[in-house]
């Protein structure tokens, strides 16, 4: 689709390459405006997926002024996908967004929220190698092992209990001794609108993880990123979940559970972005002797936690209302446990007073490998 009037890209060039997307967004009638968590939060027409692919559109092509005010809004994205379920074009309006950010944030345009981001991620792996040496004493561990573990930053610096134990989860599975990765993947630079600065942290962790014959990632953002983004030099990368799909067998139903209500949170990125709804169901069942309970909104129309694409920085009060918005409908249906394999979602349940638990500690518990 294009306008009438179509004219070239003028500014924020690079975005030539989305003007397909940018314009059909633009002349939708917005059917994709009740998907967005971030609009849902904060309902304004600017914060509709409509409206933020509109304003990089007219930021584009200089229809208004590339500033501050104008560019903000291209931050008010998890990146979570459920636009795109709801999308007859299948328009990829994080990617776009993502891509917008970037541009937007050589023009000095990014939020001040994200000021000396950089600076942030660096000091944040520098605490995950400190994290990642406290593991050295895990009978599972060896840092000169083939075979490499990722747990992710934010399951390091905020659920340091589900950290260890996903290392002795991925030991009782495989048989092998992992190294326990220290490096950060790249994937809050992603977000930040910064993908030379996240292609170089990609580089380093391939550099040091050189030699390596298998990467199991646990948390499902940067599962997300290094499935998409391998760097060269890195085996595929498997995800937890799906490991654990693989060795069915291994698991059994863990004692003292009850009857209560264990509900599934599909995270955005490992369901939308990777297609992994059923290794997470099929361990569960496993593991309760039954399926999993369920949101009524799962699977490809699960709402997100609103806790990625850096929102809890650039729009906490939209983030915070994202992830009420979920609980309630956990509440709405009984209540119980919320069970993920995201540490953000995980950290943004538990701050909002949710009984939230990781499947990693599930894992464990059925393994026998939940010991203090």
């Known amino acids: 689709?294009?306008?009438?009037?179509?004219?070239?890209?003028?500014?924020?060039?690079?975005?030539?390459?989305?003007?397909?997307?940018?314009?059909?967004?633009?002349?939708?009638?917005?059917?994709?405006?009740?998907?967005?968590?971030?609009?849902?939060?904060?309902?304004?027409?600017?914060?509709?997926?409509?409206?933020?692919?509109?304003?990089?559109?007219?930021?584009?092509?200089?229809?208004?002024?590339?500033?501050?005010?104008?560019?903000?809004?291209?931050?008010?994205c998890t990146g979570c996908g459920r636009c795109t379920t709801r999308c007859d074009h299948e328009i990829q309006v994080g990617a776009v967004l993502c891509d917008a950010r970037a541009e937007l944030d050589k023009a000095g345009l990014a939020p001040a929220a994200l000021d000396g981001i950089e600076q942030r991620v660096d000091a944040v792996e520098e605490s995950m190698r400190l994290a990642v040496h406290?593991?050295?004493?895990?009978?599972?561990?060896?840092?000169?092992?083939?075979?490499?573990?990722?747990?992710?930053?934010?399951?390091h610096r905020h659920a340091q209990d589900e950290a260890r134990l996903a290392l002795r989860v991925v030991h009782a599975l495989t048989g092998e001794r992992h190294r326990v990765v220290s490096s950060c993947c790249g994937a809050s630079l992603s977000d930040a609108g910064k993908p030379a600065q996240a292609a170089a942290k990609g580089a380093a962790l391939?550099?040091?993880?050189?030699?390596?014959?298998?990467?199991?990632v646990v948390d499902a953002g940067c599962a997300y990123h290094l499935i998409t983004q391998t760097p060269a030099g890195l085996p595929?990368?498997?995800?937890?979940?799906?490991?654990?799909?693989r060795h069915l067998e291994r698991f059994s139903p863990a004692p003292g559970l009850g009857e209560e209500p264990v509900r599934w949170h599909d995270p955005c990125r490992l369901g939308r972005g990777l297609g992994q709804y059923e290794a997470?169901?099929?361990?569960?069942?496993?593991?309760?002797?039954?399926?999993?309970?369920?949101?009524a909104d799962r699977r490809e129309q699960s709402l997100c936690?609103?806790?990625?694409?850096?929102?809890?920085?650039?729009?906490?009060?939209?983030?915070?209302?994202?992830?009420?918005?979920?609980?309630?409908?956990?509440?709405?249906?009984?209540?119980?446990?919320?069970?993920?394999?995201?540490a953000s979602s995980l950290r943004t349940f538990r701050k909002a007073g949710a009984d939230a638990e990781d499947i990693v500690r599930w894992m464990a518990r059925s393994l026998g490998v939940e010991r203090v």
């Open 1 to 76: 689709m294009s306008r009438p009037d179509h004219r070239p890209i003028r500014q924020l060039t690079p975005l030539a390459v989305h003007e397909r997307d940018l314009e059909t967004c633009t002349f939708c009638p917005k059917l994709c405006r009740s998907a967005c968590p971030v609009s849902n939060a904060e309902p304004r027409e600017t914060l509709t997926p409509w409206g933020k692919m509109s304003l990089v559109n007219h930021l584009a092509h200089g229809d208004v002024p590339l500033d501050a005010a104008h560019a903000h809004p291209a931050w008010a």
């Open 134 to 155: 406290e593991l050295s004493n895990e009978a599972a561990f060896d840092a000169s092992s083939a075979h490499a573990i990722l747990v992710g930053c934010s399951y």
């Open 206 to 216: 391939a550099s040091r993880l050189a030699g390596i014959t298998s990467l199991v």
């Open 236 to 245: 595929t990368p498997v995800t937890l979940v799906d490991l654990a799909s």
């Open 280 to 295: 997470p169901r099929h361990v569960l069942a496993r593991i309760l002797g039954r399926s999993p309970d369920e949101f």
């Open 305 to 342: 936690s609103g806790a990625g694409g850096l929102l809890p920085i650039t729009f906490p009060e939209a983030a915070s209302a994202a992830a009420g918005r979920r609980l309630d409908e956990h509440s709405e249906l009984g209540g119980g446990r919320v069970v993920t394999a995201c």
